[in-house]
């Protein structure tokens, strides 16, 4: 979705870019599906943690 609303011309300003940028670079290191989680990839307990700290870094 977020691709697609850059082709679009669709523009998000910061500091919410940056905070996006940061949560779905976090998204990456994320498998939705556990039977490919890899060794590196984040849990749910440290996705939600990283995500909670990103968003009182914001406050």
């Given at each position: 979705?977020?691709?697609?609303?850059?082709?679009?011309?669709?523009?998000?300003?910061?500091?919410?870019?940056?905070?996006?940028?940061?949560?779905?670079?976090?998204?990456?290191?994320?498998?939705?599906?556990?039977?490919?989680?890899?060794?590196?990839d984040?849990?749910?307990e440290?996705?939600?943690?990283?995500?909670?700290?990103?968003?009182?870094e914001?406050?």
């Open positions: 979705m977020r691709r697609r609303s850059l082709r679009g011309g669709e523009r998000v300003r910061d500091p919410l870019e940056t905070l996006l940028d940061r949560v779905f670079s976090l998204l990456e290191d994320f498998s939705i599906d556990p039977r490919f989680e890899g060794p590196d984040l849990s749910v440290e996705l939600r943690n990283a995500v909670i700290g990103l968003l009182r914001a406050e």
